[in-house]
């Protein structure tokens, strides 16, 4: 059974970072693209990063304006999300995905999710 499971979420300051971390179990990690979603209140999800299997990264948007950068730990079975600068704007659920192959797939194309981490900036 494949979990996915994100942490590091929290209440932060405007300027301040955050990394998220999600640890997976059930997929073979190393082969798997995986990537960062995040959906704010009242809004669509939205894709931020996917990294694949090679560390190759594809940014799905560019709201993050070069201020996170996604990260793999094939050893220890984690995806990592470092947000830096934080706005109010960033306050959202943040969820972990994995594809299901080597590379980074269409946003649309996850098939695995975890539940989410949420992150919340004040002004």
């Known amino acids: 059974r494949v979990q996915l499971v994100e942490s590091g979420g929290g209440s932060v300051q405007a300027g301040e970072s955050l990394k998220l971390s999600c640890t997976t179990s059930?997929?073979?990690?190393?082969?798997?693209?995986m990537a960062w979603f995040r959906q704010p209140p009242g809004k669509e999800r939205e894709g931020l990063q996917c990294?694949?299997?090679?560390?190759?990264?594809?940014h799905y948007s560019h709201s993050d304006q070069g201020r996170f950068t996604i990260s793999r730990d094939n050893a220890k079975n984690t995806v990592y999300l470092q947000m830096n600068n934080l706005a109010p704007g960033d306050s959202a659920m943040y969820y972990c995905?994995?594809?299901?192959?080597?590379?980074?797939?269409?946003?649309?194309?996850?098939?695995?999710w975890g539940r989410g981490t949420q992150v919340t900036v004040s002004s």
């Open positions: 995905a994995a594809g299901s192959s080597y590379f980074c797939p269409a946003p649309s194309a996850f098939n695995y």
């Open positions: 059930g997929l073979t990690f190393a082969h798997t693209a």
């Open positions: 990294i694949s299997w090679n560390d190759g990264v594809d």
